[in-house]
Every structure is written in C-alpha cells, then in structure tokens.
C-alpha cells in the first residue's frame, strides 16, 4: 500500500479559538512519520484557487494558544463559487484537480456544519481520502457531543455576563445580552446557565412575550435588583415563528436578517414598557470567536487532532473525528452531512434551567 508523503489541511467557516490548536494536532504526528503538510489558505477557497503554505516543526510551534487560523479561512462552497458576474458556478473540478496538483495524498477540512458538506462534495467527487473535524463556537455540529470552540465562546460569553451583573445591580436595570448561536441555543444556554441569567431565549424554543415579561415582574415583585436576559440572535417569538410557516426560503432569508437585527432592541423597548425596568443591551458578537482557546479547547483540538493524523497513517478515511462519551471517534461522513444538532426539550439543560427557575419564554 502506498506510503503517506504529504497531506492538505483547510479551516473552512466562521472562525474560531482551538483552531490552531487542532491544525497542531494534526501536524506534529505526521512530521514526525516524515510526512509533509500543505496548509491550504482560506478555506476552500485557496483548494480553488491553489493557495497554500508549508507547515514544517518551524511553522506549527507556539499555535497551541494562537487564536484564529493561521492558514485564514472563508465560507467558500467550491460547488457554488462565486463567479465574476455575482452569480455561482461549480468550480469542485478546479479544487479536485489542484489536490492533484499539490501531490496530496490525503485532505483535512476542519470546519462547521458547511465545511462538512463541502468536504463530502469533494469525497463523492475525486477526493476520497478526506478527514474531518468539528469546529464552531455553536457546537452545532450533528454527530459530536462537542465541538472545539464552544467551551472558549461560552466562556467569553460567561465572563461578560459576570460583569454585567454588577453594573445591572448598581444601577437596578435589565440587561440584555445578544450571544452568537444562529440556528441553535447551545452558547446561550451554556453561557446563560453559567452566567446565573434569568431569563434565555434560543432559537429551537420560540418564545411568548407574556412569558418573558411575567418572568422578568414576578422578579420585581420580588425586590430583585436587576434582571439578565440572554439572547440566541436567532431567537424569535412564537408570533415569528407562525409567521415564517408559510415563507419561501429566500423570504425567510431576508426577514431572519431584519428581524435578527432588531430582535434585541425591540424587545428591550417592550420589556421597559412592560416591566417599567430600565433596560440596556449589549451585542457580543464576534468576541465569543476572538483571542486564545481554553485549555479544555485546546486540548479537545489536540485529541481531535491527533486522531485524524493516525485516521490518516491508518488510510481510514471518510469521517469525521468525533467526541461521544468522552472518547474520540471516527465517524463516517454520510451519518453527520446535512444535519444540525438541536437542543431538544429533553436535553439536560433544558431541565436543568428549569429547577433553577430560569424562563425559556416557553408557552404554558
Ligand atoms: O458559525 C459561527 C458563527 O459565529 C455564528 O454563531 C454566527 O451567526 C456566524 O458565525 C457569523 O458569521 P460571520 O462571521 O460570517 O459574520
């Protein structure tokens, strides 16, 4: 069987900290088996376009605390690559003849839900020694208990909340905290469970106004000096919610844009006419994605890492590395494409938020 000489690693998506950590854990084994590394810049898109750099011992030393992606990344979709006239068009033949042109033998994507997509594009397409790695401050991704990434953004999300504790106090306000997480609740539910929030609203469980507003009443009635609302920004009301039943997939799309974006404003103007609490809002953004991993990231990186490198030393390819139970797991590509992992009503923290009286806004 042909020996391993040299591999490509890709960071695809929204970045995140533990990405540097994780291209580390990839890297360090196989140089050491003599096997060289083409880091692939910008995602798919430098696969495209043939834009790489060598990552030798020189170039993978110290990334274990680096924050970002050395090799920079994009959302670039080599099946719908944007061409010069702003449509798309299908470029997976450019990406699959420079893998070849690389002289790669195997090909690391690490990445969110998209990335997975795309890379199984490219296996059913003229890559098939393709290893995945699940990476997202989201922790959406289908087929892992965890992703890299989460424990750094709900830390950072955590550690506002903190401070946001003291300041509501003094001034005996309602703080609304607006945290990434689109498409699921696991950052606001994380960051608002260890933050002690009051009151959080994720995008799987649309929320009644009257709930969050009783919530928030019945705290005054209890002599509470403040209040602090955590905030999926994709969040939305049970009203949005009937709203968007009927709506095609590009009305969707732009009303989610709009409504997210004013989503944390309105509901701060009514919770101040309804609550008569002063009410102020602070947007985190892409701060939970900024700065140095966790030491619990860096080392999910590290094991996520590693394993692929011996994933690839074992010609075992088509998966995703995974974490399930605590153990670090292959698992084939086609069990995890498409899906996304959703907080359900029987999830853990949903009950655990429950006995410590937070409200999810959720209809009696
Ligand atoms: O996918 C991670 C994420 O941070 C989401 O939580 C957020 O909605 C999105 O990326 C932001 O994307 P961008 O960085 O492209 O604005």
Same mark, same amino acid.
């Given at each position: ?94 990406? @699959? ?65 903190? /401070? ?115 009410? /102020? ?76 009286? @937070? ?6």
């Amino acid at each position: 069987m042909a020996k391993i000489r040299r591999i490509g690693i890709l960071t695809s998506g929204g970045d995140c900290p533990g990405l540097n950590a994780a291209i580390r854990g990839v890297a360090k084994p196989l140089l050491e088996e003599g096997v060289q590394i083409i880091g692939i810049q910008d995602g798919f898109r430098g696969l495209v376009e043939n834009r790489t750099m060598q990552l030798g011992p020189r170039e993978t030393s110290g990334l274990l605390v680096e924050g970002g992606t050395i090799l920079g990344t994009s959302r670039f979709k080599p099946h719908k690559y944007p061409d010069r006239n702003g449509g798309f068009e299908d470029r997976t033949k450019d990406a @699959v003849e420079n893998y070849h042109k690389m002289r790669l033998d195997a090909l690391v994507c690490i990445g969110g839900g998209g990335t997975h997509k795309n890379a199984f594009q490219l296996y059913q397409n003229g890559i098939p020694h393709i290893v995945t790695l699940p990476k997202t401050i989201d922790n959406d991704v289908f087929g892992t208990d965890v992703t890299f990434g989460y424990d750094t953004g709900m830390s950072i999300a955590c550690d506002a909340i903190d /401070r946001l504790h003291t300041t509501a106090s003094s001034h005996h306000r309602c703080m609304l905290v607006d945290v990434m997480g689109h498409n699921t609740g696991w950052l606001a539910m994380g960051a608002g469970i260890a933050g002690g929030a009051d009151v959080i609203l994720i995008p799987e469980f649309p929320f009644s106004l009257d709930r969050v507003v009783d919530a928030l009443i019945e705290r005054e009635r209890r002599n509470k000096r403040f209040s602090i609302v955590v905030v999926a920004e994709g969040a939305h009301s049970l009203e949005e919610a009937d709203l968007r039943k009927d709506m095609d997939k590009k009305d969707l799309k732009d009303r989610d844009r709009a409504y997210c974006d004013s989503l944390s404003h309105d509901l701060a103007r009514i919770i101040e006419d309804r609550v008569k609490i002063e009410t /102020r809002i602070t947007t985190l953004g892409h701060l939970q994605r900024g700065g140095i991993p966790t030491a619990r990231d860096r080392v999910l990186a590290s094991r996520m890492g590693t394993l692929a490198a011996d994933q690839i030393l074992r010609r075992e390819f088509g998966v995703m590395v995974a974490e399930r139970n605590n153990l670090i797991v292959p698992v084939p590509l086609d069990e995890v494409v498409g899906k996304k992992k959703y907080i359900t009503p029987d999830n853990g923290l949903v009950r655990t938020a429950s006995r410590l009286g @937070v409200s999810l806004g959720r209809p009696r």
